[in-house]
């Protein structure tokens, strides 16, 4: 992650990628110029990320919400609207353009027209240089992807378009667009996990979907695990116990704690070429929350 210039933030709904997304963008941006990208369409009309940095919403262009870091949001629209900017010659044409409800529509449903207006917001930010330098204005881009679906349905645009588009500006931009989000060298996503069967079965399926998709895979995070001290005879005893009495309290802690460890063996075996991140389960919320996860973060990063 210190050395990804793009890191990509996947996995399925509520398993924490959006604490995650703002966590690693405080520990990262406290070296060097970070850029936070939200895509979620806000809920209630406040966007989940942007709450944990005091705000309702990002903008579409970059604004500054800490030192060293500066958070956006990426809209089809700004896409679409730069992308024909750079495409049609001549104002006039491209104000009608915009205005027709006929092409609006069509934006709207045509498929993979939202992915491409968000692959292209994304791809000029990506592109923006340092002011007066060749250098990138931002060492780390940090995408807080949609859930699964979502995702791979970006991820999945350049392969799925190239084959249909082979001339023309959007197959150059498509391609332009590979050349980052599928090397190696610029770009990583990270699956976010629960340490449960179910999450870490869908996570190893996500995992095959972004290979298939050619984006690279950097790690999985397994995010909310519990660990005890106790020892092998401890538990034992413990499950005596509540084998006698039903009603007790720590029921739930045990079999979260079971699974826990199950679900980390389990990522371990059948990924053993993936690095494993392990983030524990926090009793705080918010910005607190994000905190704690930071300072988790910097040790395992640092
Ligand atoms: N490590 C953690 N410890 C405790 N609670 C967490 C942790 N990570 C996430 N949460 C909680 O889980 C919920 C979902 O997190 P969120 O980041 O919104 O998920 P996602 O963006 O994947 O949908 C939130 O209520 C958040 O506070
Ligand atoms: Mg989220």
């Not at 869908?202 to 998709?213: D, I, N, P, R, Y």
Request: aromatic letters at 4%; proline letters at 6%; charged letters at 20%.
């Amino acid at each position: 992650m210190l050395k990804d210039r793009i890191i990509l933030i996947t996995g399925k709904g509520g398993v924490g990628r959006t604490v995650i997304c703002a966590a690693l963008s405080k520990v990262l941006s406290e070296k060097a110029d970070v850029l936070l990208c939200d895509m979620g369409a806000p809920e209630g009309g406040h966007s989940p990320l942007a709450r944990i940095f005091g705000r309702d919403n990002f903008t579409a262009g970059p604004q500054k919400i800490a030192p060293g870091l500066l958070a956006c949001h990426l809209t089809p629209a700004v896409g679409h609207e730069a992308f024909l900017r750079k495409s049609i010659p001549g104002g006039a044409l491209l104000g009608a353009a915009l205005k027709s409800s006929a092409l609006q529509t069509f934006m709207q449903t045509a498929p993979s027209f939202a992915e491409m207006g968000w692959f292209y917001h994304l791809l000029m930010l990506i592109k923006e240089r340092a002011p007066g330098s060749n250098e990138p204005r931002y060492r780390h881009i940090i995408v807080d992807l949609p859930a699964t679906g979502h995702a791979l349905a970006l991820t999945g645009l350049p392969t799925l378009l190239k084959r249909m588009i082979k001339r023309g500006p959007v197959a150059s931009a498509l391609l332009e667009g590979e050349s980052y989000l599928n090397s190696d060298y610029f770009c990583h996503s990270y699956v976010v996990t629960l340490p449960e069967e179910l999450p870490v079965s869908e996570s190893l399926e996500l995992v095959g979907g972004l290979k298939a998709t050619n984006v690279p895979v950097g790690g999985i995070i397994m995010n909310r695990l519990v660990e005890s001290t106790l020892s092998a005879k401890e538990l034992a005893a413990l499950d005596e116990k509540l084998a006698k009495t039903p009603e007790i309290l720590g029921r739930y802690e045990l079999t979260r704690l079971r699974q826990s460890g199950r679900s980390r063996a389990r990522l371990t075996a059948e990924c053993p070429e993936l690095p494993l991140i392990i983030i524990h389960d926090f009793a705080t919320d918010g910005p607190l929350l994000v905190n704690d996860v930071a300072d988790e973060l910097r040790e395992v990063l640092l």
